[in-house]
């Protein structure tokens, strides 16, 4: 449960730093991409049952 609360929770993050946005078009791909990243190891983590 608390892994797809998780999940959900770095999905929206991640659609709220993407650079196609006004206020964060000056940001560039560091947000996203470190989210992106966090993403990834929290889904690896939660399908292999460690979290």
Not at 2 to 9: A, E, P, Q, R
Not at 26 to 32: I, K, Q, R, T
Request: glycine letters at 16%.
């Amino acid at each position: 449960m608390l892994g797809t609360i998780l999940i959900v929770i770095l999905v929206l993050l991640l659609l709220g730093a993407l650079p196609s946005w006004p206020y964060s078009s000056g940001w560039g791909y560091y947000p996203s991409g470190g989210l992106g990243l966090i993403l990834v190891i929290v889904l690896i983590l939660v399908l292999l049952g460690r979290f």
